[in-house]
Structures are given as C-alpha cells and as structure tokens.
C-alpha cells in the first residue's frame, strides 16, 4: 500500500529556490504563451483546407501534444519539488546548495563545484548532482576531509578547502 502511495506521488524532486523558480517560469510560459500560439497554428492549418494531408496540420498537432507532455511532468516534478535552501555555512558540511572549493591531491588543481539536485546539473557551469560519483562523495563531508571518488577511470582523490 505505501509502495502505491509512493508512486502516485513521484520520485521527490530536489531543488533550489532558482531551480524551482525555473521551473515555474517554463510552466507558465508553455501554459499561456506556446499553448496559444499552438492553438493558432492548428487554426491556420485547417483553414488551408482538407486535414488528412495537411503537414502543417500534423505538425502542429504533434507540437500540441509535446508541449502538453511537458505541462504534465512540470506539474508532476513541482507538485513533488524539495526546496532545498543554498546552504548557509552553519553546519559545515557539504550539502545540496553548497559550493564547495576541491583540491585534486594527484594534480593539485583546485575546482569549485555547486552541488545541486539532479534536474539543475550542469558540469559545464561547474553545478554537479548530489546524485553523480564527486556529489555523493562530498554529501555530509567537511573542509579538511579528503574524499575518495570512484571513477571509471580510477579513484580520486579530492581535499574539501572550503565550503559556502
């Protein structure tokens, strides 16, 4: 019974209040603004006439439909959304919304990474998942600690310098 409850609900969506915010704002613009010009398409299109072979028609028809997909999953992931406030500093430890400043102890280059929920993750920008291999090494850890990262490629070995 509980598994059932748990999977009308969703799989918990971690956020940060820009993540969520985000979030909001491609909703609402697919709700008021992509909903209408759709909808204005599909009237264009059937105004050339016959429908069964009217690419426009189709075309329009299948961009309705993707648009109402990602309604409904916005809806889904918001209505199970954890906003999780950047972290403060006060406890010390790593944790989703922390940017925590790294030292590689093989190469000794720095990095800084954001941890984020999985949605936000962008490795290009330097914001990593709590969910990726360096994310759940760093969850929980303090400045000082030496993490141990399992990669493809090996293990890695990081220092925590600083932690905001």
């Given at each position: ?37 759709v909808a204005e398409r ?123």
């Amino acid at each position: 019974m509980a598994k059932e409850r748990e999977n009308e609900k969703g799989k918990e969506v971690i956020l940060t209040s820009t993540g969520l915010k985000r979030l909001e704002e491609e909703l609402e613009h697919l709700r008021t603004v992509r909903r209408r010009e759709v909808a204005e398409r599909i009237k264009q299109a059937i105004e050339f006439g016959d429908i069964s072979e009217n690419s426009e028609y189709e075309d329009a028809k299948n961009e309705q439909a993707f648009i109402e997909g990602r309604i409904i999953t916005l809806e889904k992931m918001l209505r199970n959304a954890k906003v999780i406030e950047s972290g403060n500093g006060q406890t010390g430890e790593v944790s989703i919304g922390s940017t925590v400043r790294l030292k590689n102890l093989e190469d000794n280059q720095e990095r800084e990474y954001t941890i984020v929920g999985s949605l936000e993750s962008d490795p290009g920008n330097r914001k990593i998942s709590n969910e990726s291999p360096v994310g759940q090494a760093l969850m929980g850890h303090q400045v000082g600690d030496v993490v141990e990262v399992e990669v493809p490629a090996g293990t890695i070995k990081y220092e925590i310098l600083d932690i905001k």
